[in-house]
């Protein structure tokens, strides 16, 4: 992915070459034998700059990288939606400053709240 904005768009030489991963360790059928491939073919992880220019990637693949990805298919490599409800929470802290915990019993259930005020 690039960031534009603060939004996250898809790089379509990534995608591809994710959706040629998977299609090789399908081919080969272990991840030291995609490994062995990948090696032997030259293709390294993507050259890319993090938020302050330091340049990372370009090197070899390791399995870690490979387990990694592999145990994580999204829409752009499966064609399927990976899951259905993302709920995204933070600390939450009641009237009085103190944190929300249910063994203090001052919690409020977020999806009634999301029913009451949206989200």
Do not use: C, W
């Amino acid at each position: 992915y690039r960031v534009e904005g603060r939004a996250l768009h898809v790089v379509e030489e990534h995608a591809a070459l994710v959706r040629a991963i998977f299609a090789g360790y399908l081919a080969h059928g272990t991840v030291a034998a995609l490994k062995q491939d990948l090696d032997a073919q030259g293709i390294t992880l993507p050259a890319r700059r993090d938020g302050v220019e330091r340049e990372t990637g370009g090197g070899p693949f390791s399995r870690g990288h490979l387990y990694k990805l592999l145990g994580n298919p999204g829409l752009h490599v499966t064609g399927e939606v990976p899951f259905d409800t993302v709920y995204l929470h933070t600390l939450v802290r009641d009237a009085s400053g103190a944190k929300m915990s249910k063994s203090k019993g001052n919690v409020v259930d977020p999806l009634d709240l999301i029913e009451q005020v949206g989200a």
